[in-house]
């Protein structure tokens, strides 16, 4: 655009800035957006309420099947606005390191997740793929996974139904016992469908479990600040 200004009239700031290149200014608007972004990033992770799942392998499950398995128990949980901390701990073993979280006294905020070897039901009912103990313990079939991803040819999926399992059991000790729902992750009985929408990420808590999730989950929290593990209030 052509600026024409009358002999001896000083350019007006908007013509300034207008017709000058003034790239310092253009990053330092990028740089203050971009901190906008990660302070509001920041405050929408530290809203979130955290739990931390003390995992223990009894099975042959590879570290990269139960990496897979986290993962994928973690988007489902994230869904939720929950935010989960894994920790890989050996399997019926005490540590003697004081370093070592795996070591510490168990808070309100605290999951154990044991991994097992398959019931002998075998339908796809919630006994056969796990089952949990409210508040602390959740117990998941290894075995019932990658049976199940190996009679659809697909092995590849084994981590992917386990980490839906993971959820499930995780989402009863939250919920509570009595927690199985006609719709979502939380079904008591999976058939089919809820494989296919496992595999397509969307077997997922409801709005309402949600909430409920979000609100134990705090309350847990507070729990842990005010002092030991309390199973009572917790359920």
Not at 190 to 215: C, S
Request: aromatic share 8%; proline share 6%; glycine share 8%.
């Amino acid at each position: 655009m052509r600026i024409i200004r009358t002999p001896g009239q000083h350019p007006a700031l908007g013509d300034f800035f207008c017709c000058k290149q003034l790239p310092w200014f253009r990053l330092s608007i990028m740089a203050l957006a971009g901190l906008v972004g990660v302070i509001s990033f920041a405050s929408r992770a530290d809203s979130s309420p955290t739990i931390r799942v003390r995992v223990n392998n009894y099975t042959q499950a590879t570290p990269a099947m139960l990496a897979g398995a986290e993962r994928e128990a973690g988007r489902i949980l994230g869904k939720s606005g929950l935010q989960t901390v894994w920790l890989d701990c050996p399997a019926g073993q005490s540590t003697a390191d004081p370093q070592d979280p795996c070591g510490e006294p168990l808070e309100a905020t605290d999951i154990v997740l044991r991994v097992l070897y398959e019931s002998t039901k075998n339908r796809f009912q919630d006994t056969v793929f796990g089952f949990a103990v409210v508040p602390v313990l959740a117990s998941v079939y290894y075995d019932y996974a990658v049976h199940l991803a190996r009679s659809d040819n697909a092995e590849f999926e084994g981590p992917i139904i386990l980490g839906c399992v993971i959820a499930h059991e995780v989402g009863h000790l939250l919920l509570g016992s009595s927690s199985h729902s006609g719709s979502g992750i939380m079904q008591g009985h999976w058939e089919r469908v809820q494989i296919r929408k496992a595999m397509t990420g969307n077997l997922l808590f409801t709005p309402d479990q949600t909430k409920l999730i979000q609100a134990r989950t705090f309350a847990r929290t507070r729990q842990a600040e005010t002092g030991a593990l309390n199973p009572l209030d917790l359920k």
